[in-house]
T-cell receptor, first 111, second 114 residues
Framework: QLLEQSPQFLSIQEGENLTVYCNSS?????LQWYRQEPGEGPVLLIA?????ELTSNGRLTAQFGITRKDSFLNISASIPSDVGIYFC????????????FGTGTSLTVIP | DGGITQSPKYLFRKEGQNVTLSCEQN?????MYWYRQDPGQGLRLIYY???????QKGDIAEGYSVSREKKESFPLTVTSAQKNPTAFYLC?????????????FGPGTRLTVL
């Protein structure tokens, strides 16, 4: 698996913060974070393009590692509608045509 | 409304039959992709196309075929050669211009082979 995510499963109380990690031994030219609800297609949350880039989208914050091999997604003040599977995905530096997806993190938020 | 449509949402077929999954987009995107997702797993690339009449194999192309006769359409055929076709299939598209590396996904088709 080119992109490893951790943790695989995450169960938290409503209002708590959480962080999902994405790691690889390969260098990526860009990296994205998606959320997928059961039976639906993934929806883009955040896209990262520059090494070290830190980007926010509401309660979501993501950063692209300096080496372009890793990233994290942080969700603050979680709410029940945050449930779903979170994926990181990226394009390799030498092959921008293909996207590689991480293994996914399944999030449960307990009200 | 611009977006990607996949039809049908659920599809049932008998073993040994070919089946074609539809994917249409009105986003004027150049690139289109087909992914397969199995329970509890990530997305794996089947085929992708950057321009009309051209497409490339992804990591798991065996047992699948595609065509790209129109920019808006990228149908996927699951052939009888695919040994384990039951899965959730996702279509995506992306613009090539503008430097954006963000894919937009359709709602998916769940294929069950009986």
């Amino acid at each position: 698996q080119l992109l490893e995510q951790s943790p695989q499963f995450l169960s938290i109380q409503e209002g708590e913060n959480l962080t999902v990690y994405c790691n690889s031994s390969s260098v990526f030219s860009s990296l994205q974070w998606y959320r997928q609800e059961p039976g639906e297609g993934p929806v883009l949350l955040i896209a990262l393009y520059k090494a070290g880039e830190l980007t926010s989208n509401g309660r979501l914050t993501a950063q692209f590692g300096i080496t372009r091999k890793d990233s994290f997604l942080n969700i603050s003040a979680s709410i029940p509608s945050d449930v779903g599977i979170y994926f990181c995905a990226g394009q390799l530096k030498f092959n921008g045509n293909q996207f590689y997806f991480g293994t996914g993190t399944s999030l449960t938020v307990i009200p | 409304d611009g977006g990607i449509t996949q039809s049908p949402k659920y599809l049932f077929r008998k073993e040994g039959q070919n089946v074609t999954l539809s994917c249409e987009q009105n986003l004027n995107h150049d690139a289109m992709y087909w992914y397969r997702q199995d329970p509890g797993q990530g997305l794996r690339l089947i085929y992708y196309s950057q321009i009309v009449n051209d497409f490339q194999k992804g990591d798991i192309a065996e047992g699948y075929s595609v065509s790209r006769e129109k920019k808006e359409s990228f149908p996927l055929t699951v052939t009888s050669a695919q040994k384990n076709p039951t899965a959730f299939y996702l279509c995506a598209s992306k613009p090539l211009a503008g430097g954006y590396n963000e894919q937009f996904f359709g709602p998916g088709t769940r294929l069950t082979v009986l």
